[in-house]
C-alpha cells in the first residue's frame, strides 16, 4: 500500500504545495482544511484529473477533539499514519503591548496546539509500525524573533522546541521529527507587505529573491525520502539568516 500523509492547513500556500508534491509522489495525501472548502476542493481536483489521491477532511486542528477526528478518520479508513506535516497556522503583526488574551490564545490554540494535538494522536499509530516522519512547518522567527510578531515568534519557538526533544524521545522508535523553519515566503499571509516592502528585504537576502511554496514542499519531499536526519530546524531563507 502507498504511504499516507495528513498535511495540515493545506487548502492553500505552502500546505497546497506540499500536498501537490506528495500527491504526485504516490503518496496518499489526507488533506486538511478548516474554512477554505473552494480551494480546498479546487486542489482535490486538480489531482484527481492527474490521478493522484487527495482525500479532503475539515477540521479545526486548535480544538483536541477536532485533531482526534482527523487521526481517527484516517487510521479507519487507510490503517496507518506514515507521514505528518504539522503546517497550519495564522500570522498576526502588533505591539506586545497590544495582544489581547484572546488574540494570545488563539495564536497559541493555532500554531502550537495544533502541533502537540495532531502529533500526540498521530505518534501513537508510528510507534506501534516502528517507523514515521513527522516534519513541522515553523518560521524564521522561531529562530531570531521578529519585532511586533511576539506571538507569532513563541509559538513558533516552542514548536521548533518540540521538535528537537520528540526526535530525541522517537529516534529508537524510527520516527524522525524535524521542522522546516521559512524565511520570507510569496503566500497570502505576507499580502499586508507592500512592493516596496518586499524589495526592501530582497536586498537583504544574499539570493536576492523571496521564496516560494515550491523551495519549501522541495525541502518536505527531500525531508521524507531522507532516513537519517532528525531532531534539525532547517531554514530555507536565501541566506537571510545564517545560523
Excluded: H
Excluded at 510507534?127 to 511586533?148: E, R, T
Amino acid at each position: 500500500m502507498s504511504k499516507v500523509a495528513i498535511v495540515t492547513g493545506a487548502s492553500r500556500g505552502i500546505g497546497a504545495e506540499i500536498s501537490k508534491m506528495l500527491a504526485r509522489d504516490n503518496i496518499i495525501v489526507v488533506a486538511i482544511y478548516n474554512k477554505s472548502f473552494d480551494k480546498a476542493n479546487k486542489l482535490k481536483e486538480e489531482l484527481n484529473k492527474e490521478s493522484y489521491k487527495l482525500d479532503l477532511v475539515q477540521a479545526d486542528v486548535s480544538k483536541k477533539e477536532e485533531c482526534q477526528k482527523v487521526i481517527d478518520y484516517t487510521i479507519d479508513k487507510y490503517g496507518k499514519i506514515d507521514i505528518l506535516i504539522n503546517n497550519a497556522g495564522i500570522d498576526q503583526c502588533k505591539l506586545f503591548t497590544d495582544i489581547t488574551d484572546e488574540e494570545w490564545k488563539e495564536m497559541i490554540d493555532t500554531n502550537l496546539n495544533s502541533v502537540f494535538y495532531m502529533t500526540q494522536g498521530a505518534v501513537k499509530n508510528m510507534i506501534s509500525n516502528k517507523k514515521g516522519c513527522i516534519i513541522n512547518i515553523s518560521s524564521i522567527w522561531g529562530m531570531v524573533g521578529a519585532s511586533c510578531e511576539v506571538a507569532y515568534s513563541v509559538t513558533k519557538a516552542g514548536i521548533d522546541g518540540m521538535t528537537k526533544a520528540l526526535a530525541k524521545e522517537l529516534g529508537p522508535s524510527n520516527i524522525r521529527v524535524n521542522s522546516i523553519a521559512p524565511g520570507i515566503i510569496d503566500t497570502d499571509m505576507n499580502k499586508n507587505l507592500s512592493k516596496e516592502d518586499i524589495e526592501e528585504i530582497k536586498k537583504q537576502i544574499p539570493l536576492e529573491r523571496v521564496g516560494t511554496t515550491l523551495d519549501i514542499a522541495k525541502c518536505v519531499k527531500w525531508l521524507v525520502e531522507d532516513e537519517y536526519t532528525t531532531g534539525q530546524i532547517i531554514s530555507p531563507n536565501g541566506g537571510w539568516v545564517i545560523n
